[in-house]
């Protein structure tokens, strides 16, 4: 089978999947791994060998920065003791314990054996995220899952670099290794802010969507490789200049900007994530082809043992990590009572794996100093693609399940009622401001009394909501709905004349986009 033919078949391969997702309800990450790793075995398809530069330097960095980015800063706030014992202590436990499994069990040496504890440490930033999201878990639990697989790639990567270095070299250092993290993760959040600082006043002076929209597709790379070329945690600079420039942004741009930025990011985060998974599930066939003097049935012993070792540790770990410090720390206590063991029990079980621990395997050295071949190289990366496969499959699949039998919903009503409040407080704003333009020369009044009312009724509606949810707020929405519905009927009627006359030829194209594009915008403001 030739290229182009292989290619177009895979391209729409990953489309069906993507719409069997939405049928079957799975969530999209674990199709897609399946999926790719499906299509790899059908005889023809030509092998596909993933670069690991591929995911480290062009896929992973705006990946980071888009999820930091929409990450809430106060939820993060709140929970960074939850999320720094997670994405440091959570990471350095599971290391160590996978590497004395795999030694003891496997009969890995020392050195290797935390290259494969590194590897498989870190829970992934994508998958963590749209798996625990798409099954609706609530706001403060999707938070800290989010941010502990944001931060704690820095923890792994600095582990797996110097599990390496004591691999090819025979050398460990704890104390060197301590410093080195600690400088790792200062310089990375140090070149996240500067390169925040340098783009926020770049952006400050700039009138232009398209270009604002392009410099904020690249601010992730200008944190990450600089970060990587002077030996820092490329990851913690994404991460930050994300967050920096997530709480500026609003002030530094257009509404034309954030519009055409918000439906540009969606669309590329989803490509992205997507492009991950199918190329994570399609390497299984080149990691096989490396390793042919272990048995089958071993390979899936060893396989097994491995992915069972990081799903326990995390399920038994996040307990005590929950309710350790609460428990001698009355100040923590008081401040932070003791959390739902049902929420608990869902932060242990997603502690998915993805494409970041892939390639961290597949950049394995070749050869040691001394000129040997890397000890287990072709094991390692085996035995990563069955906890990356294990993770997704067995706590993926399983977690809506996991989530409704723990009764754990989403906390929309209280979210809702926040989402009231800031409505009521902006609008009492728009009053106060409609109050002190009326008497300007350029306001007439029928003009100032007309959008009084309007934002009187917002006021009063808003108001209902959390005031009386069950009386007049439902009168409101009812109301609402019903204005919404005429306004989008007299809109598409504007659209289909606009379509008439491109039809008679009585106006082009660009004039025709031009307009629609206004009652698109007009569309987009009714809430329903």
Known sequence: MGLEPTLAAVLA??????????FLRVPYPILLVVGGLGIALVPGIPRLALDPDLVLVVLLPPLLYAAAFFTPLRELRRNVRSISLLAVGLVLATALIVAAVVHSALGFAWPEAFVLGAVVSPTDPTAATAIARRVGVPARIATIIEGESLINDATALVIYKFAIAATLSGVFSLPHALLSFVVDAAGGIAIGAGVGAV?????????????????????GYFAYLPAEAIGVSGVLAAVTVGIFMG??????????????????WEILVFVMNSALFVLVGMQLPNVLDGIGSISTATLIRDGAIVAATVMAVRVILVFPLAYGPRFFFRRIRERDPYPAWQAVTIIAWTGMRGAVSLAAALALPLVTNAGAGFPHREEIIFLAFCVILGTLVIQGLSLPALVHLLGVEDDTTARDREESKARVHATRAALARIDELASEDWVRDETAERVRRSYDYRLRRFSARFEDPDGDAVAYEERSAAYQRLVREIIDAQRRALLELRAKGAIDDDLMHAIERELDYEDSRLEI
């Open 247 to 264: 709480r500026l942004t609003s002030k530094l741009t257009t509404p034309t900007t954030r519009i055409q930025g918000d439906a540009v």
């Open 13 to 22: 391969a990953v489309v069906a999947l993507l719409i069997l997702a939405q």
């Open 199 to 219: 783009i926020a006043a770049i952006r400050y002076r700039l009138d232009n969507p398209p270009v604002e929209v392009t410099i904020a597709l690249f601010t």
